[in-house]
Structures are given as C-alpha cells and as structure tokens.
C-alpha cells in the first residue's frame, strides 16, 4: 500500500514537471518601475536586486533548482504573492497614498527584520541584510517618501 502511494506521488511530481510555466523574467526596465518616481542610489539598488527582486519585480533570478518540482510551484507560489503585495517593477503605477503605505511598509521590514523571508534567506545566505544594509535601506525608503511626487 506504501508503496503504492509513493509511486503515485512520483508519477505525480514527473508529470508535474511537464505544466507550462511563465517565468518571471523581464530585463527591460518599464515605464512603470520605481526608477521612474524615486532615486535610487546604486548601492540601494544592489541591495534591493539582490535581496528583493525575485519576489518583488518582474525579473526573477532562478537557480537552477527553481525547474525542479515540487521545488517550482512552491517558488512560483512565492513570486506570484510577493508581486501582489509589492512590485518594484510597477510601483511608480501605484497611487500616492498607496505608495507611501508600501514606503512604510518597507522601513517595518527592515526595522523588524520579517523580510527577505526566512525559508529564502536559509538558501539565498547573501540575501539576509547586514545591519548596514538595513540602514541603508531605512533611510532610503524614509526619503523617497518624503521627496514623492504627489498625484
Ligand atoms: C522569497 C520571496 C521574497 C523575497 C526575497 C522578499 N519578499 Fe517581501 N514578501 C514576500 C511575500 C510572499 C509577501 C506577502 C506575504 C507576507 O507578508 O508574508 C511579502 C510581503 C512584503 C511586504 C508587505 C507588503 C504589504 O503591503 O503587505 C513588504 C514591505 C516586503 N515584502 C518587503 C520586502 C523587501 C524590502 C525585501 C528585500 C529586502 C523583500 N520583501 C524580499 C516575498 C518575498
């Protein structure tokens, strides 16, 4: 019966391997980005491709294990949720009072230290933030608030 089980969970996990997929990948920056409302100096922006990006803008970074299911649905999953509740790659599309909320929603981030999530920090070591970076990041985000352009 065990047996049985297992093979129909492997049957399952090589044909999921076949779905169709619609990678996150877009290397043209839009007129949509959040380049378009803010400065971003190049050491922010480092920090946000690399820490960020993948689960919030249109152009995902994947590792080579990212076509491997299940490891797939469940990074898919990720970018898919992560887009909806902040895109750097749209942000500037975002109305000002919305944008301000996400700003601030960013400096907590950072200052509570609930993102980049744990289970991607675990694999992406370089992903987690130095305390420096934080900062960085802090008061990037304090002043590009301030300095929005108003709509
Ligand atoms: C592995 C994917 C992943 C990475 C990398 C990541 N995030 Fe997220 N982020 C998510 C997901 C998924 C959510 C929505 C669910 C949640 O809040 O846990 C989210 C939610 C957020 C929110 C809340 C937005 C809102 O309005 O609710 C902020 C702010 C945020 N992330 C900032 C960041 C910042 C800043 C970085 C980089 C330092 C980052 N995230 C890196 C996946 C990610």
């Known amino acids: 019966m065990k047996k049985k089980i297992l ?17 996150n ?14 400065t971003i100096p190049a050491d922010v922006e480092d920090i946000l491709k690399k820490t960020c990006y993948d689960c919030h803008s249109n152009n995902t970074v994947y590792p080579w294990y ?14 898919k949720e992560g887009k909806q509740h902040l895109n750097f790659s749209e942000f500037a ?3 000002e009072k919305k944008a301000k909320h996400k700003l601030d929603e960013i400096i907590e981030s950072q200052e509570e230290g609930w993102m980049p999530l ?10 987690k933030l130095t305390d420096k970076e934080q900062s960085t990041i802090i008061e990037w985000a304090k002043q590009v608030k301030e300095a ?4």
């Open 7 to 23: 093979i129909g969970l492997g049957v399952v996990l090589v044909l999921a391997q076949f779905l169709p997929r619609n990678k």
């Open 25 to 38: 990948i877009s290397t043209v920056v839009g007129e949509q980005d959040i380049s378009k409302v803010a």
């Open 66 to 79: 990212a076509v491997i299911q299940p490891t797939r649905i469940w990074m898919d999953h990720h970018v």
């Open 93 to 95: 599309s975002y109305t």
């Open 118 to 127: 744990t289970s991607y920090t675990l694999i992406h070591k370089n992903a």
């Open 148 to 151: 929005y352009p108003s709509n």
